[in-house]
């Protein structure tokens, strides 16, 4: 049972445009939510997050906004470079302790 | 201040041997975890570690061991080793919301 959700393999869009990365989640008790950035042959690296009793938290140009009733996040980034091309997870911590992930979503911005 | 450090990078094995992934951080972490990348799956959290002396399983435990007999090392054992363990392996510890994650130990089973 997927806990957390990235129902979009991929995503393309072009450089200066934005990019929106969508993530549902099924466990209306998680306290915070994570965003990660992953490159090619390197371990995935903090973007963002957002605490549950918040709707929006912003850092440069990533914005991440959460819907508690429709259960779903996303993470806004504007305008795209093509550096932001990478794979990037939403993940969640649960109160036993363990950080779930999303499948990811592939990030291509082309120039 | 090296952060989460994974050894080995790389390595093949063939069916049946056995190994072990260490990780090693410096940053004082209580919780540990070690997590399994591929094609199409994303993050698979395979064990988890609180505290020192405490390990959990997470989603595919399946085939593996874990031991946090120190604070800063979180080792990956495999007994037997299969075609389906071919992956990237992940360490990652967690202060507060942040993850900070290894670079990975591509393992490949034939």
């Known amino acids: 049972d997927q806990q957390v959700k990235q129902n979009s393999p991929s995503l393309s869009v072009q450089e200066g445009r934005i990019s929106i990365l969508n993530c549902d989640y099924t466990?209306?008790?998680?306290?915070?939510f994570l965003w990660y950035k992953k490159y090619p042959a390197e371990g995935p690296t903090f973007l963002i997050s957002?605490?549950?009793?918040?709707d929006k938290n912003e850092d440069g140009r990533f914005t991440v906004f959460l819907n508690k009733s429709a259960k779903h996040l996303s993470l806004h980034i504007v305008p795209s470079q093509p550096g932001d091309s990478a794979v990037y997870f939403c993940?969640?911590?649960?109160?036993?302790?363990?950080?779930?992930f999303g499948q990811g979503t592939t990030l291509q911005v082309k120039p | 201040n090296a952060g989460v450090t994974q050894t080995p990078k790389f390595r093949v094995l063939k069916t049946g041997q056995s190994m072990t992934l260490l990780c090693a951080q410096d940053?004082?972490?209580?919780?540990m975890y070690w997590y399994r990348q591929d094609p199409g799956m994303g993050l698979r959290l395979i064990h988890y570690?609180?505290?020192?002396?405490?390990?959990a399983k997470g989603e595919v435990p399946d085939g593996y061991n874990v031991s946090r007999l120190k604070k800063q090392n979180f080792l990956l054992g495999l007994e037997s080793a299969a075609p389906s363990q071919t992956s990237v392996y992940f360490c990652?510890?967690?202060?507060?919301?942040?993850?900070?994650f290894g670079q990975g130990t591509r393992l490949t089973v034939v």
């Open positions: 993940a969640v911590p649960s109160n036993t302790g363990k950080l779930i």
């Open positions: 466990n209306s008790m998680f306290d915070y």
């Open positions: 957002i605490s549950s009793i918040k």
């Open positions: 940053m004082n972490h209580e919780y």
């Open positions: 570690s609180v505290g020192e002396g405490t390990t």
């Open positions: 990652a510890s967690i202060a507060n919301t942040e993850a900070f």
